[in-house]
Antibody, heavy 120, light 108 residues
Framework: EVQLLESGGGLVQPGESLRLSCAASGFTFSSYAMSWVRQAPGKGLEWVSAISGSGGSTYYADSVKGRFTISRDNSKNTVYLQMNSLRAEDTAVYYC?????????????WGQGTLVTVPS | EIVLTQSPGTLSLSPGERATLSCRASQSVSSSYLAWYQQKPGQAPRLLIYGASSRATGIPDRFSGSGSGTDFTLTISRLEPEDFALYYCQQYGSSPRTFGQGTKVEIK
């Protein structure tokens, strides 16, 4: 059974940093790209960042480029999101999500999400 | 960036009725890389449809997707009580992988 378990969320002050983790199980982790998707309170979904299965390619939304860094440790089946210079508008539930297949694909599994709160 | 616009914003229907949700893209979605997700309060999204018309594993056949290019549709043939939720479309053919703003299907 595929499971994705996020951790690391919490309350941080503007300008501070936070690292989110997503521990995966139930599939061959290194074969699949992984993404982070966020959802501000009462708002829609926003794709944040993605990383290829090998970790060699990374992608970012313009809203986080230069502040957030995605990485993965395939030996630990874990993907990370390092978030620096946090802003109030980064407040959201952050989900990690797995691609359906190794090539261009939607997200077939999502974690339960972890809440990041940055007060204004 | 491909902008996805969903309509209507809210759909008020009764159980047993047919729901038709629209997703329009600002430019052509390559190879019909268009997906639909369902989200209920307090839960993560669930993949319903990918490739514009392929049902994900375990999704009932009352859910169907159609369309190509810039116009896509999610149809729920007969609404069950558990289908009242938020629905998002997403294009995953180009980066950034954008989502529509969502359509809420509510009980009339």
């Amino acid at each position: 059974e595929v499971q994705l378990l996020e951790s690391g969320g919490g309350l941080v002050q503007p300008g501070e940093s936070l690292r989110l983790s997503c521990a995966a199980s139930g599939f061959t982790f290194s074969s699949y790209a992984m993404s982070w998707v966020r959802q501000a309170p009462g708002k829609g979904l926003e794709w944040v960042s993605a990383i290829s299965g090998s970790g060699g390619s990374t992608y970012y939304a313009d809203s986080v480029k230069g502040r957030f860094t995605i990485s993965r440790d395939n030996s630990k089946n874990t993907v990370y999101l390092q978030m620096n210079s946090l802003r109030a508008e980064d407040t959201a539930v952050y989900y990690c999500a797995k691609d359906l297949r190794p090539a261009t694909a939607p997200f077939d599994y999502w974690g339960q999400g972890t809440l990041v709160t940055v007060p204004s | 960036e491909i902008v996805l616009t969903q309509s209507p914003g809210t759909l008020s229907l009764s159980p047993g009725e047919r729901a038709t949700l629209s997703c329009r893209a600002s430019q052509s979605v390559s190879s019909s890389y268009l997906a639909w997700y369902q989200q209920k309060p307090g839960q993560a999204p669930r993949l319903l449809i990918y490739g514009a018309s392929s049902r994900a594993t375990g999704i009932p056949d009352r859910f169907s997707g159609s369309g190509s290019g810039t116009d896509f549709t999610l149809t729920i043939s007969r609404l069950e009580p558990e289908d009242f939720a938020l629905y998002y479309c997403q294009q995953y053919g180009s980066s950034p992988r954008t989502f529509g703003q969502g359509t809420k299907v509510e009980i009339k």
